[in-house]
């Protein structure tokens, strides 16, 4: 099971490195992407962190789900496996 947290709410000022630095308070961090505007590299206000075990995935949810940083109020949680977006698939034939 992969120890992936959605991060959302940020702040168009926060930075990765500013995210790896909190979120190694909770324990081992893998990896962070800050989610950007393609062409304008703006961040889209949304990050996703991995860390090392559902243990610190857990913790990190109960110590910065409503953490204040940048001045903006941070919604953490598991991330969930991104949609198919449907191109064709709803179509029906007849």
């Known amino acids: 099971m992969e120890a992936k947290l ?8 926060t930075t990765e ?18 989610i950007k505007e393609p062409g304008s590299n703006r961040s ?5 962190v991995e860390m ?7 913790k990190a949810i109960g110590m910065f789900n409503g953490y204040t940083l940048d001045e903006r109020q ?10 198919e977006r449907g191109g064709n698939n709803n179509r029906r034939s007849y």
């Open 6 to 13: 959605y991060v959302g709410n940020l702040s168009y000022d």
């Open 17 to 34: 490195q500013g995210l790896r630095e909190l979120f190694m308070q909770a324990g081992g961090v893998v990896s962070v992407t800050l």
């Open 44 to 48: 889209k206000g949304f990050a996703f």
């Open 52 to 58: 090392t075990s559902q243990g610190d995935v857990q």
């Open 74 to 83: 941070l919604n953490v949680n598991v991330a969930r496996p991104r949609e």
